[in-house]
């Protein structure tokens, strides 16, 4: 009895670790007329990747590769995906769609590239699943003409035309012109993608950074003088409202009356919801030029992991690193 309780005890833990740890022997209990146990092998098999997210990394791949004969892909930032290119380029997450706590958002990839005759920069935002390009506007404002984007449109329709198109124009309602001339005030997005003095590139992101905090400050200062005197005013207001033309009702009658205090209560309202709306604002284009100077940020970082990978491949760059190696000895 006692040797039957071992085994089985054995058996426990065996099962307990091929659960945890993957593939493992487990040792079946013993049979009741004592015959010797038996082993088995179970197989846990890691859970794979969806297909459908296999063929859209590989459909941007094909994509971006092609784009390669009339244009250099720059910097791609992935949602949802991993694109793999060679040679590699710096590569980072989507930060306007990482930053969403839904998931509603189809995976796709956007690459900022290079035009080879003009030299004008575009994003291109590529959606696999739904068999489309955007052009972004906005990213690249001041970056290229409206001539030049309608000979890139061309082009992309003879290399894919299964593929719908789309141009995503500046938004005024989202400020997309005031945060581009933030942007640009401190650094342009063709130092970061293709500026080779790397140290003043990075002072200029610092400034963009603190301008970036100092704007989300300023819009929560806003924000929170609209709450604070909003409820009190309305209060008051209200109160006057009433019982100021409450007494003149007689004279000019309970209808003319009732629609003049709806009329000044609603447009007193609508000034607070007006001014609301606007620290909201503020608060939204501070936080995007937050996160455009962190894009910009990674991609320079990037830049210089690549930059560092490939100077240690060269052979002055092997060179250095055995006479670091013999120094050390």
């Given at each position: ?196 003095d790397f140290d003043r590139t990075a002072r ?126």
């Open positions: 009895m006692k040797r039957r309780r071992r085994e089985f005890a054995a058996c426990v833990r065996l099962n307990e670790g091929t659960m945890s740890h993957g593939p493992q022997p487990i040792l079946m209990r013993t049979t009741a007329d004592g015959s010797s146990s038996k082993q088995a092998t179970v197989d846990v098999v890691p859970s794979a990747e969806p297909v459908a997210d296999s063929e859209n990394c590989d459909i941007c791949a094909q994509v971006l590769t092609t784009l390669g004969t009339f244009a250099a892909v720059r910097a791609v930032k992935a949602y949802r995906l991993r694109v793999e290119l060679t040679p590699p380029v710096p590569q980072l997450p989507c930060l306007d769609h990482e930053a969403m706590l839904h998931e509603g958002i189809a995976p796709h990839a956007a690459a900022y590239v290079e035009d080879h005759e003009s030299g004008e920069l575009y994003e291109l935002v590529l959606t696999p699943s739904k068999r489309r390009i955007e052009i972004d506007v906005a990213s690249t404002l001041r970056e290229h003409s409206q001539s030049g984007r309608a000979r890139l449109l061309e082009r992309l329709r003879e290399q894919f035309p299964e593929f719908s198109y789309r141009v995503n124009k500046v938004s005024w309602l989202r400020g997309d012109r005031r945060v581009a001339r933030a942007c640009r005030a401190q650094v342009t997005l063709r130092e970061v993608l293709v500026g080779s200029a992101l610092d400034r963009l950074r603190t301008v970036g905090a100092l704007m989300e400050k300023e819009s929560r200062v806003a924000s929170w003088s609209v709450r604070t005197v909003t409820g009190p005013f309305l209060a008051v207001m209200g109160f006057l409202v009433y019982q100021g033309l409450g007494e003149l009702a007689p004279e000019l009658g309970e209808g003319t009356v009732t629609l003049l205090q709806a009329v000044l209560v609603g447009a007193a309202g609508a000034l607070f919801l007006y001014f609301g709306l606007k620290a909201v604002h503020l608060t939204e284009m501070a936080n995007r030029v937050w996160k455009r100077a962190a894009e910009f940020g990674l991609i320079l970082a990037e830049r210089r992991r690549l930059g560092d990978r490939e100077t240690a491949r060269s052979p002055a760059g092997e060179q250095d690193n055995k006479e670091r190696q013999v120094d050390h000895v």
